[in-house]
T-cell receptor, first 110, second 118 residues
Framework: GEDVEQSLFLSVREGDSSVINCTYT??????LYWYKQEPGAGLQLLTY?????DMKQDQRLTVLLNKKDKHLSLRIADTQTGDSAIYFC??????????FGAGTTVTVRA | GAVVSQHPSWVICKSGTSVKIECRSL??????MFWYRQFPKQSLMLMAT?????????EQGVEKDKFLINHASLTLSTLTVTSAHPEDSSFYIC??????????????FGPGTRLTVL
């Protein structure tokens, strides 16, 4: 977890966009992932991006990757109450082991 | 998506006893499974990589004699916490790897097992 850093908390109003940021240190990362964890549950893969891509969009989710700055972000458009969860970014370096950040707790308020 | 189950979902045990946690891939075969440990409000820490039919690979600092891993089939891996102590209390999560056919191997995560050692 120490190689991947995230802010710990984000509060957002329902209907607004959420942006969760992540920085990583290993420039040899091949894939970067965003996972969602709801209370008491395991992790659900939301999306991933290959390291040679700058952006990936999947419905309400937009992932931006700045490889030069080793910065990854996840934007959730039209945030809903069901989006309240902990979001983890993770990197893998080709051996498919994942290194996770500490997670960002997103709270959606009405 | 693929489904991974864990059993039990929670367990409370006395100090000194051993606890076995099962991880199953329900609708796919997983040659590789991973075991993680998660402390409250912290990230997942990889404990070991479990390969079917061979010995598990443990991460630095994880005692292999303390955390026994067996991956006897393509759909089942078990983690046994031997002689559990209160400091072993944690949320244990497994994942099973499936190839997406795009060069990406996705890890599907189980729901986790909450272990409390009294």
């Amino acid at each position: 977890g120490e190689d991947v850093e995230q802010s710990l908390f984000l509060s957002v109003r329902e209907g607004d966009s959420s942006v969760i940021n992540c920085t990583y240190t290993d420039s040899s990362s091949t894939y970067l992932y965003w996972y969602k964890q709801e209370p008491g549950a395991g992790l659900q893969l939301l999306t991933y991006i290959f390291s040679n891509m700058d952006m990936k969009q999947d419905q309400r989710l937009t992932v931006l990757l700045n490889k030069k700055d080793k910065h990854l972000s996840l934007r959730i458009a039209d945030t809903q109450t069901g989006d309240s969860a902990i979001y983890f970014c993770a990197e893998s370096m080709g051996d498919y082991k994942l290194s996770f950040g500490a997670g960002t707790t997103v709270t959606v308020r009405a | 998506g693929a489904v991974v189950s864990q059993h039990p979902s929670w367990v409370i045990c006395k100090s000194g006893t051993s606890v076995k946690i099962e991880c199953r891939s329900l609708d796919f075969q997983a040659t590789t499974m991973f075991w993680y440990r998660q402390f409250p409000k912290q990230s997942l820490m990889l404990m070991a990589t479990s390969n079917e039919g061979s010995k598990a690979t443990y991460e630095q600092g994880v005692e292999k004699d303390k955390f026994l891993i067996n991956h006897a089939s393509l759909t089942l891996s078990t983690l046994t916490v031997t002689s559990a102590h209160p400091e072993d209390s944690s949320f244990y999560i497994c994942s099973a790897e499936e190839s997406l056919g795009t060069g990406v191997n996705e890890q599907f995560f189980g729901p986790g097992t909450r272990l409390t050692v009294l």
